[in-house]
T-cell receptor
Framework: GAGVSQSPSNKVTEKGKDVELRCDPI?????LYWYRQSLGQGLEFLIY????????KSGLPSDRFSAERTGGSVSTLTIQRTQQEDSAVYLC??????????????FGPGTRLTVL | LAKTTQPISMDSYEGQEVNITCSHN???????ITWYQQFPSQGPRFIIQ???TKVTNEVASLFIPADRKSSTLSLPRVSLSDTAVYYC?????????FGAGTRLFVKA
């Protein structure tokens, strides 16, 4: 079956522009996660959705970051007024049920964002 | 706060057994211990998960002592293709905390 997909795979933008990153989770997975990974670093948790709701948005780095999920499926991560420090790989994952430790998260290939 | 501590890097040779230990002193009673593997330019991939004692699957074994303050991922007879970063995970409410990971380099 299809895994988690993300688009675009690569995005180059100019400082100050807005960008939208898309994640299509595995069908039937109710939980969806966004992470950020800077070069050579570990994963930084950004936000988690259960259905269309995000119980905890405190992982978002600043108010320039927002995320939404519609229809319990596709999610969009939006970064407004991009800065060079936003350059990273943005990873999306989904899991079958609520964000419990025993839920295996399936990751997409990521979107590599470069802010010039 | 939930936090995991792992060695930054490890080297091994093909055919050897590799053990990577993770400390998670503040693990919550209900939390499972989970390990992921990440190859360059790919998202992480689930390896194994356990709550206590020992868990084994076709890829690895996970040893968890009774106090659950640490865990050891054991990779039997590693090959060059096992060169990757290995993450031990913790939970903090709804947040999944990936530590810095252990970079394993397998040499021929």
């Amino acid at each position: 079956g299809a895994g988690v997909s993300q688009s675009p795979s690569n995005k180059v933008t100019e400082k100050g522009k807005d960008v939208e990153l898309r994640c299509d989770p595995i069908s039937g997975h109710t939980a969806l996660y966004w992470y950020r990974q800077s070069l050579g670093q570990g994963l930084e948790f950004l936000i988690y959705f259960q259905g269309n709701s995000a119980p905890d948005k405190s992982g978002l780095p600043s108010d320039r970051f927002s995320a939404e999920r519609t229809g319990g499926s596709v999610s969009t991560l939006t970064i407004q007024r991009t800065q060079q420090e936003d350059s990273a790989v943005y990873l999306c994952a989904s899991s079958l049920s609520m964000g419990q430790g025993f839920d295996e998260q399936f990751f997409g290939p990521g979107t590599r964002l470069t802010v010039l | 706060l939930a936090k995991t501590t792992q060695p930054i890097s490890m080297d091994s040779y093909e055919g050897q057994e590799v053990n990577i230990t993770c400390s998670h002193n503040n693990i919550a009673t209900n939390d499972y211990i989970t390990w992921y593997q990440q190859f360059p330019s790919q998202g992480p991939r689930f390896i194994i998960q356990g709550y206590k004692t020992k868990v084994t699957n076709e890829v690895a074994s996970l040893f968890i002592p009774a106090d659950r303050k640490s865990s050891t991922l054991s990779l039997p007879r590693v090959s060059l293709s096992d060169t990757a970063v290995y993450y031990c995970l913790a939970l903090e409410g709804f947040k999944t905390i990936f530590g810095a990971g252990t970079r394993l380099f397998v040499k021929a």
